[in-house]
């Protein structure tokens, strides 16, 4: 078997049919022999998808129209692709699809709100993949539409499903290597699983850079390619922060502690399923062919060194803790801290503490924030801001501190080698 190449293009790279034709290109250039493509959802689809799931819930008599107009556009979008005389068998295929959710519509909602997100929302992935393999056979490249939902085993945490990786690796293996064998593309969804009672699961937004590790990994891949509209990783999010630089090459560490203070550029989860088997992942931009894009593997003993990298958590509350007695805080009172943020799933994001005082920042959860809150104070004194940005600067100076601090209220810092974090109110 000639070496494998995992490909995932993204909601923004096939928003509309002229992005499509541009993966196309894509793929005529860059696609090699042994080729897996991983796709999402088309444009804002997955919003588009929750608003409908939530009307539904709501009892709103907009639902359907608003599935209509989904629908809708996957249908002109076909439409300037092909057409249903030449390929009818998608049009079709497309049709059954939403009349899966339209038949879910029809009764009023009896199962509960993230069961049903996960059966409505997965179908933006399913009409993608079916379009986009459409096309590229419609074109003669040759590809094989897989359902990821036959491959990926997961547990029924809906809308954040757990992988079972042993039994997921086995079944991708199982799925993808005969049909790469028989020669073309093998393209199938991101995001989606399956339970063992065939329920369809979701792996947590912007999974399909998760999926798509998963399938590298179990394959065996060369490496992996994602292709996004910036040149690669830069040192920010471009829609927040001024001034910054593209990254040529992130070591895995690196990358995994960007996605944990909150880089979105990719999935948190993405990075481990590569690291374990030293799988490149390329960050490539697919309005510029031509441009280097960004290359994550290998380790900082290579001799890796970055400029300052920048991260921001919005919706934040900011809390001060502390015992009722002003005693000093052990180990116990931690144990019952974190036990509080463990049974509401508040994500804590930074933490820091005195002899008396934990400092905390945790992401606002509405709600839940009325009982955690509640547990919190019958148990400790509590301050809190809320409202606030916690802003991460890793390879920090002392000069980007005071360029992001500049016109912001600073209400607690903290500096550890390498990492700073700042909260500030907004
Ligand atoms: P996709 O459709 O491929 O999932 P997204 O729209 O989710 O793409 O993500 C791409 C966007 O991520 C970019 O347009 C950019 O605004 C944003 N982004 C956030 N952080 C970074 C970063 N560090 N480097 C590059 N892009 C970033
Ligand atoms: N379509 C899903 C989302 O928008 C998954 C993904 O794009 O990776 O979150
Ligand atoms: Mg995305």
Same mark, same amino acid.
């Given at each position: 078997m000639k070496p494998i190449k995992v490909f995932k293009f993204g909601g923004a790279s096939l928003r509309d049919a002229d992005n499509i034709r541009n993966v196309a290109h894509i793929l005529r250039t860059y696609g090699t022999e042994s080729l897996v493509i991983a796709v999402s959802a088309m444009g804002k689809t997955t919003n588009a998808l929750e608003e409908v799931v939530r009307a539904y819930f709501a009892k709103s008599d907009k639902t359907h129209d608003l599935l209509e107009k989904i629908k809708q556009n996957h249908y002109t979008l076909m439409n300037h692709l092909f057409d249903i005389k030449t390929n009818k068998e998608v049009y079709s295929s497309v049709n059954d699809t939403f009349v899966e959710i339209e038949w879910i519509l029809e009764d009023a909602p009896h199962d509960a709100f993230d069961y049903v997100y996960d059966q409505i929302v997965s179908i933006g992935e399913v009409v993608s993949s079916k379009i986009v393999a459409g096309y590229l056979n419609h074109i003669g490249l040759k590809t094989t539409w897989l359902d990821a939902r036959d491959m990926v085993l997961t547990d029924d945490t809906w809308r954040e499903a757990i992988v079972q990786r042993k039994q997921t690796e086995q079944q991708i293996r199982a799925k993808m290597l005969p049909a790469l064998e028989k020669g073309g593309f093998? %393209?199938?969804?991101g995001f989606l699983g399956s339970t063992k009672d065939n329920n369809t699961t979701t792996l947590g937004r912007e999974g399909t850079d998760y999926s798509a590790a998963l399938y590298a990994n179990a394959v065996d891949a060369q490496g992996m390619y994602i292709w996004k509209d910036v040149q690669g990783v830069l040192t920010g999010d471009p829609r927040i922060f001024k001034n910054l630089v593209k990254l040529d090459k992130i070591s895995y560490s690196e990358a995994i502690e960007m996605t944990y203070y909150g880089a979105t550029v990719v999935h948190p989860r993405t990075i481990a399923p590569l690291m374990q088997k030293n799988i490149p992942l390329h960050v490539r931009s697919f309005l510029d062919l031509n441009a280097a894009g960004t290359v994550i593997g290998g380790a900082d003993s290579e001799g890796l060194t970055y400029p300052p990298i920048l991260m921001t958590e919005r919706n934040q509350i900011f809390l001060k803790v502390w015992n009722q007695d002003l005693t000093f805080l052990v180990e116990s009172h931690i144990r019952d801290l974190f036990d509080i943020f463990a049974k509401y799933s508040i994500f804590v994001n930074l933490l820091q503490n005195s002899g008396? /005082? #934990? #400092? %905390? +920042? *945790?992401?606002?959860k509405p709600e839940a924030m009325a009982a955690v809150l509640?547990? %919190? +104070?019958?148990? #400790?004194?509590?301050?809190?801001?809320?409202?606030?940005? %916690? *802003?991460? *600067?890793?390879? /920090?100076?002392?000069?980007?501190?005071?360029?992001l601090q500049m016109g912001k209220q600073l209400i607690f810092e903290k500096r550890i080698p390498q990492t700073y974090q700042m909260v500030v109110s907004v």
């Amino acid at each position: 078997m000639k070496p494998i190449k995992v490909f995932k293009f993204g909601g923004a790279s096939l928003r509309d049919a002229d992005n499509i034709r541009n993966v196309a290109h894509i793929l005529r250039t860059y696609g090699t022999e042994s080729l897996v493509i991983a796709v999402s959802a088309m444009g804002k689809t997955t919003n588009a998808l929750e608003e409908v799931v939530r009307a539904y819930f709501a009892k709103s008599d907009k639902t359907h129209d608003l599935l209509e107009k989904i629908k809708q556009n996957h249908y002109t979008l076909m439409n300037h692709l092909f057409d249903i005389k030449t390929n009818k068998e998608v049009y079709s295929s497309v049709n059954d699809t939403f009349v899966e959710i339209e038949w879910i519509l029809e009764d009023a909602p009896h199962d509960a709100f993230d069961y049903v997100y996960d059966q409505i929302v997965s179908i933006g992935e399913v009409v993608s993949s079916k379009i986009v393999a459409g096309y590229l056979n419609h074109i003669g490249l040759k590809t094989t539409w897989l359902d990821a939902r036959d491959m990926v085993l997961t547990d029924d945490t809906w809308r954040e499903a757990i992988v079972q990786r042993k039994q997921t690796e086995q079944q991708i293996r199982a799925k993808m290597l005969p049909a790469l064998e028989k020669g073309g593309f093998v %393209l199938t969804q991101g995001f989606l699983g399956s339970t063992k009672d065939n329920n369809t699961t979701t792996l947590g937004r912007e999974g399909t850079d998760y999926s798509a590790a998963l399938y590298a990994n179990a394959v065996d891949a060369q490496g992996m390619y994602i292709w996004k509209d910036v040149q690669g990783v830069l040192t920010g999010d471009p829609r927040i922060f001024k001034n910054l630089v593209k990254l040529d090459k992130i070591s895995y560490s690196e990358a995994i502690e960007m996605t944990y203070y909150g880089a979105t550029v990719v999935h948190p989860r993405t990075i481990a399923p590569l690291m374990q088997k030293n799988i490149p992942l390329h960050v490539r931009s697919f309005l510029d062919l031509n441009a280097a894009g960004t290359v994550i593997g290998g380790a900082d003993s290579e001799g890796l060194t970055y400029p300052p990298i920048l991260m921001t958590e919005r919706n934040q509350i900011f809390l001060k803790v502390w015992n009722q007695d002003l005693t000093f805080l052990v180990e116990s009172h931690i144990r019952d801290l974190f036990d509080i943020f463990a049974k509401y799933s508040i994500f804590v994001n930074l933490l820091q503490n005195s002899g008396l /005082y #934990f #400092f %905390l +920042s *945790i992401t606002n959860k509405p709600e839940a924030m009325a009982a955690v809150l509640k547990a %919190l +104070s019958d148990n #400790f004194n509590v301050e809190r801001v809320d409202g606030c940005d %916690l *802003i991460t *600067i890793r390879h /920090y100076n002392d000069a980007k501190i005071k360029e992001l601090q500049m016109g912001k209220q600073l209400i607690f810092e903290k500096r550890i080698p390498q990492t700073y974090q700042m909260v500030v109110s907004v």
